[in-house]
């Protein structure tokens, strides 16, 4: 085994060390450690759990690592699996970093220090191979910034409405309006909110998640068979709102959004607990041509715990 190699293998025995430590942290945490919230926003939109994903990345660095013993006597002429094996990961590392620039627009620490070892392996593999890595991924970069990833992009090209993001709905026998709930399981103002919709008569309650909902129940809901929590952040993302909760409602003059735990509730018992629903005399709404945006205190940022977060 000659030097590079022998330093190969015990940096992918040590990112496989960091991995296994992430994982046991998720099994007794329930969640990833990282140093920004990034992750968190990247966990959300990824389609596996946190601990499946990180348990490739440990398969991937140990069979680099196992690898490199196995081909001590490799032919001549024979394929080399290591180079193969390297060249793999840093184009899957360069698609997430991708992803991460140009679609999440986000970055997440975590999956940044297993991109440098990725790519640190690479450089150590000799000049060629990390001339080869390097052009791959200055390519996969290129073709992702020569793309269009924009909210409303990304909602056209998936047909998707906001029923496509509705959890669940409650439903009155006779509704006057539909509103769209937009929330957050660990938020304590969405839940005021969540704690406030016992019982209606004149409104449909569709119930809008911006992350995936986790053995959370609502009383009286009619659970829909699949839902994406991407569809309502993409949703706010285009109305430039960051914060939840939010209440998204059609009134005879236009689009009205309420914003904040007390004014939610406040628009909820006007207009949707009445025989005769009132229209929403809420102050200091912001016009924007058939639309009423209503803010103030009482919101969580999605992109931040609310403890650090709340306003």
Same mark, same amino acid.
């Given at each position: ?36 919230? =990034?992750?968190?926003?990247?966990? #959300? ?10 348990? $490739? ?15 001590? #006597? ?14 793999? =990961? ?5 698609? /997430? ?48 910034? /020569? ?13 998707? *409405?906001?029923?496509?993001? *509705?959890? =669940? ?6 509704? &006057? ?8 399981? *660990? ?20 119930? #809008? ?26 949703? @706010? ?9 939010? @209440?998204? &409602?059609?009134?005879?003059?236009? $689009?009205?959004?309420?914003? !904040? ?13 009445? &025989? ?7 102050? #200091? ?9 209503? !803010? ?6 999605? *992109? ?8």
């Amino acid at each position: 085994m000659n030097g590079n190699a022998r330093k190969i293998s015990y940096l992918s025995f040590a990112a496989s060390l960091i991995i296994a430590i992430q994982m046991i942290i998720i099994l007794f945490r329930g969640q990833a450690a990282c140093l920004n919230e =990034g992750c968190r926003i990247i966990e #959300n939109l990824a389609v596996i759990p946190p601990l499946y994903f990180n348990l $490739l990345g440990f398969i991937y660095f140990q069979v680099i690592f196992w690898t490199i013993f196995m081909m001590r #006597n490799r032919p001549v002429g024979s394929i080399d699996w290591l180079k193969v094996l390297l060249m793999a =990961g840093l184009g899957v590392e360069g698609v /997430l970093l991708a992803y991460q620039i140009f679609v999440a627009q986000t970055l997440c620490s975590y999956c940044l220090v297993i991109f440098t070892f990725v790519l640190a392996l690479n450089i150590m593999a000799g000049w060629q191979q990390a001339v080869a890595g390097l052009s791959v991924l200055a390519g996969i970069l290129l073709i992702f910034s /020569l793309l269009g990833f924009g909210p409303s992009l990304l909602l056209s090209l998936k047909n998707q *409405t906001l029923n496509a993001g *509705t959890y =669940g709905i409650r439903t009155c026998s006779n509704p &006057a309006k539909k509103v769209y709930l937009f929330f957050s399981a *660990t938020c304590p103002h969405c839940q005021k909110v969540l704690d406030a919709l016992a019982g209606c008569n004149s409104c449909d309650f569709y119930f #809008n998640p911006v992350s995936r909902l986790k053995n959370m129940k609502l009383a009286g809901v009619k659970k829909t068979p699949s839902y994406s929590p991407e569809v309502n952040r993409l949703m @706010l993302a285009l109305l430039g709102i960051k914060t939840v909760p939010v @209440l998204l &409602a059609r009134d005879p003059s236009g $689009l009205s959004i309420i914003k !904040g735990d007390k004014r939610i509730i406040s628009y909820i018992k006007q207009s949707c607990y009445q &025989a005769a629903p009132l229209p929403y005399l809420g102050p #200091n709404a912001v016009q924007e041509k058939n639309m009423s945006i209503y !803010g103030e205190e009482g919101e969580c940022s999605m *992109t931040i715990d609310c403890e650090h977060g709340a306003k």
